[in-house]
């Protein structure tokens, strides 16, 4: 938004905490200074339950700064009434809110979070996932069978681990391939080609419509490790998205201004044409009016139209 270009006035902290002024210090913790976030978060910690109940209504706030801030507080606290308002905070959309929440959830010592920690194993952000691993070793929580500990290994990305572990590693790999890091995605798939089960199949057939042109290929040298007929590969590998320019707008971005439709189909000499008709255009304007000038140039731009819309259509898409 605008008024957060315009400059503010930092909060005095001090004053506020000689006040124990709970609204001021939560209203500090939107500040964009590192250091008076910081003092806002342990003032708040210091005043102890009193600031429960405002820094859970904080939590509601659309400024994403002022919701890490009040989990920060919240977890210095320490206070199990908490523990449902931040497991709420793992449904947050942004990522380093629900890593907040799952390390104030491992401050917490309570029972009650480890349910939702676990869910936090699944979460497809791989700082969420080691956050949740760190918080439920803190509250005490011992994974329970080889698929308990597969998801943990998983979380805490040990590959080594999670390849001798074999088919009780699978459902954890299978999320993985969701991580939004394709690097993770990467991995994931290489320990499935080496785990070599046929049950990876389906979720590697998945993997060839990944968005990441080296996951796409790790899939495709996985799958034959794990069994996957080769007939099958091509439909997958057709999910992928496609990146291919549009011809539409590459012929009315040359019919407004030429060149600029040849720039977008990545065309060097993009700028040369547009150069090139900018000062045909002036001389023309001076010799012939404003008027006559267009009526001359109108079908040179409709040809240029038709020639970018041609080349797009014409392109390959990116290699697979």
Not at 1 to 10: A, F, G, V
Not at 13 to 42: F, M, N, T
Not at 257 to 278: A, D, R, S, T, V
Request: aromatic share 8%; hydrophobic share 45%; net charge positive.
């Amino acid at each position: 938004m605008l008024l957060d270009l315009i400059p503010k006035r930092k909060p005095d902290v001090g004053a506020l905490i000689k006040k124990r002024d709970i609204p001021g210090l939560i209203g500090a913790l939107s500040c964009r200074d590192p250091i008076v976030q910081s003092a806002a978060v342990h003032a708040l910690g210091d005043i102890g339950p009193a600031a429960v109940g405002p820094l859970i209504l904080a939590l509601k706030g659309k400024n994403r700064l002022l919701r890490l801030g009040a989990i920060g507080a919240l977890a210095k606290i320490k206070d199990s009434g908490a523990v449902s308002a931040l497991a709420d905070m793992m449904k947050d959309p942004g990522s380093e809110v629900r890593w907040q929440a799952v390390i104030a959830l491992g401050e917490m010592g309570s029972r009650e979070a480890i349910a939702p920690l676990l869910l936090g194993l699944e979460d497809p952000d791989k700082y969420v996932r080691f956050g949740s691993a760190l918080s439920l070793e803190k509250n005490g929580y011992q994974p329970s069978g080889e698929t308990g500990w597969a998801w943990h290994y998983a979380a805490m990305q040990d590959w080594d681990r999670l390849r001798a572990m074999g088919v009780s590693a699978l459902a954890p790999l299978f999320s993985l391939l969701r991580d939004t890091d394709s690097d993770v995605r990467v991995r994931a798939v290489r320990v499935l080609g080496e785990i070599g089960n046929r049950e990876a199949g389906p979720a590697l057939i998945r993997s060839l419509g990944d968005a990441d042109r080296q996951v796409r290929w790790e899939a495709v040298l996985a799958s034959q490790k794990c069994g996957v007929p080769p007939m099958y590969l091509p439909r997958g590998l057709y999910q992928r998205p496609r990146i291919q320019k549009n011809p539409l707008v590459a012929g009315f971005l040359n019919f407004l201004l030429p060149g600029l439709g040849y720039g977008y189909l990545g065309k060097w000499w993009g700028i040369m044409i547009f150069q090139i008709e900018l000062q045909i255009t002036l001389w023309l304007w001076k010799a012939e009016g404003e008027n006559n000038s267009y009526l001359l140039l109108y079908p040179l731009y409709i040809l240029l139209a038709v020639h970018a819309w041609y080349l797009a259509k014409n392109m390959p898409e990116e290699p697979a």
